[in-house]
């Protein structure tokens, strides 16, 4: 069956540092990629998508890209905010039509 | 505003005792479904729907049940049949089962006492 198997937290990082929440999957077919941001107490937004190879989604200073060679779609942020706290998923979707999540990582961003 | 809205936002019951979460969506979405969240863990899928009369089990049914009366609306019920029902509840939809992101609620806390 399909897996996504992302980076254990949770991480903490101070305020403009360079940020990395690794994300490998296993699928059968051409799944999409997706990051997912959890705030404390909501439900999860979109953060970043890519529907093929090599394609790099992007949004708000966070990118991503597909990465078909070693099954990875690794999250990256140049500069962090305090405000980016949260709760990251990546998660797929194949062509079942239901969405496989990783168990997510909790990114902690100090002033 | 387009969205999805659960209810309540929080909820208490007793062991024993029935419950139903609330999922309303005025996006003209087809499919719907209901996610658990445990703390430190992913999204586990209880029940999703594709289309209005219709729906299918996910990875954790057991001891939960669905309808799809509606278009707009998938209430889930909680029954007492569920062992460890304490848990983070989100609805979510998309416009169809090929495409790409979810739409989430802003979620359901049931806490049973």
């Known amino acids: 069956g399909n897996s996504v198997t992302q980076m254990e937290g949770p991480v903490t990082l101070s305020e403009e540092a360079f940020l990395t929440i690794n994300c490998t999957y296993t699928a059968t077919g051409y799944p999409s990629l997706f990051w997912y941001v959890q705030y404390p107490g909501e439900g999860l937004q979109l953060l970043l998508k890519a529907t093929k190879a090599d394609d790099k989604g992007s949004n708000k200073g966070f990118e991503a890209t597909y990465r078909k060679e070693t099954t990875s779609f690794h999250l990256e942020k140049g500069s962090v905010q305090v405000s980016d706290s949260a709760v990251y998923f990546c998660a797929l979707k194949a062509n079942a039509g239901k969405s496989t999540f990783g168990d997510g990582t909790t990114l902690t961003v100090k002033p | 505003d387009g969205g999805i809205t659960q209810s309540p936002k929080y909820l208490f019951r007793k062991e024993g005792q029935n419950v139903t979460l609330s999922c309303e969506q005025n996006?003209?979405?087809?499919?719907m479904y209901w996610y658990r969240q445990d703390p430190g863990q992913g999204l586990r899928l209880i029940y999703y729907s594709q289309i209005v009369n219709d729906f299918q089990k996910g990875d954790i049914a057991e001891g939960y049940s669905v309808s799809r009366e509606k278009k707009e609306s998938f209430p889930l019920t909680v029954t007492s049949a569920q062992k460890n029902p304490t848990a983070f509840y989100l609805c979510?939809?998309?416009?169809?089962?090929?495409?790409?992101?979810?739409?989430f609620g802003e979620g359901s806390r049931l806490t049973v006492l």
């Open positions: 996006l003209n979405h087809d499919a």
């Open positions: 979510a939809s998309s416009p169809g089962q090929d495409t790409g992101e979810l739409f």
